[in-house]
């Protein structure tokens, strides 16, 4: 009964938050106000582009070390792509499944290179390893059942800070319930020794975290989002415009905290556990219209987010007002609630990064600190795949 609900709570919440999310606290009123169109903001210069020579639905995953090559998923088919610098589709892997080597019946998040000649997959099953010509190298197995494990899209729930060290946002330690609820205790992010085999729950919600409560809110609201690299980790809730950073030496404590100042910054309102079933789901579409911190990045010395500000709840009823459709609200939750990027300064000050018109989802930063978009879709039709490398200027 659970791997059912956790299949079919990962596939939905996939396509739901893969179409809300293209390119999220403390209470606003703490926040100073401050007008994003009257500060200083940065630009992107276009140093190169590759394409890709593919017709089905494309989604962008990492790019490995050397820069050599890139994965992708093809949405259609639940393939991974390897494509080369030149745009060649180098290899196609299939891992999900019932055969021998399936990391299970989804990805839990977006394929990663371990090396410059290894891909990492994380499914239900865990982690597995293959080398490019899609032979398995290693798995790495959980002693839990990762409860409500689910993939969103563009969002980076799975990272590696050298090739035997990785974190991933990996479903509850969660014996009871359905785990789409939060849980004040335990932690929330899970450490994977890839040497020794092992997963270590990691990061309990920070004492501040308005998440750290009495009150239960949906994971789509509260899930993890970070960054981590060899010096340590940022970590934010979707719904709550704080990132904390931890320093590795000390995973129960961050050692300091940055206060976005997001103006307006709409918060869900938290539930009386009492008043919900925990064994069940309850998706509203209002859920996906609040405010959230999409993406954390790290292009050189410079912090970036991508966020939304979300919509109020009178803006809210008249985007969705006669419309009785999920998906159709969704859409004009989208276009009504667009996600911003910015460098984020020391004192939680965004600086917006303003895109070209082409540009759509930032989909990784690269080693050398260099931003790789795919492209605005509602732009132009395409028959073909295409990917824009560029820099802060």
Sequence with gaps: MINNFTKTLKVFIYFSIAFLISVSCSSPNS??????????????????????????????SHISPDGDNFLAIDQQKSNVLLIGKDGEIRATLHKTGDQPDAIGQNLSA??????????ALLGSKGLFIFGFDGNLKKSIKPSF?????????????????????????????????SGFYTEASGTKLESIDVENGTFTGILPYPFSSRYNSSETFPITNSTPVFR????????????EAKIFHYD?????NPKDEIHLKIEPFHLMKGKDPKSVDKKAIHIDVRDFSYGSINNIYLAGDEL??????GLSDEEFDQVTEGISGFQESLRLIEENNRSKLAVLLSDGLPIPIETPDVFGTLEFV???????????????ERD????YKSTIK
């Design 248 to 252: 590795w030496e000390n995973t129960e």
């Design 228 to 239: 981590a690299s060899e010096k340590g980790i940022y970590l934010a809730f979707k719904n």
């Design 384 to 387: 073909y795949e295409v990917l």
């Design 366 to 380: 690269d080693k050398e600190g260099n931003l790789w978009f795919s492209p605005n879709k509602n732009e132009v």
């Design 110 to 119: 977006r394929p990663q290179f371990r090396n410059n000649a290894e891909i």
């Design 304 to 309: 970036l987010v991508s966020y939304t500000h």
């Design 145 to 177: 059942d990762p409860f409500s494990s689910f993939f969103i899209q563009n969002t980076d729930q799975f990272q590696f800070m050298d090739e035997n060290h990785a974190v991933a946002v990996y479903g509850a330690r969660n014996p009871e319930g």
């Design 31 to 60: 926040q100073t106000e401050v007008s994003e169109s009257t500060r200083e903001s940065y630009g992107l210069e276009i140093l190169d582009s590759m394409v890709v020579d593919f017709i089905g639905v494309m989604a962008w």
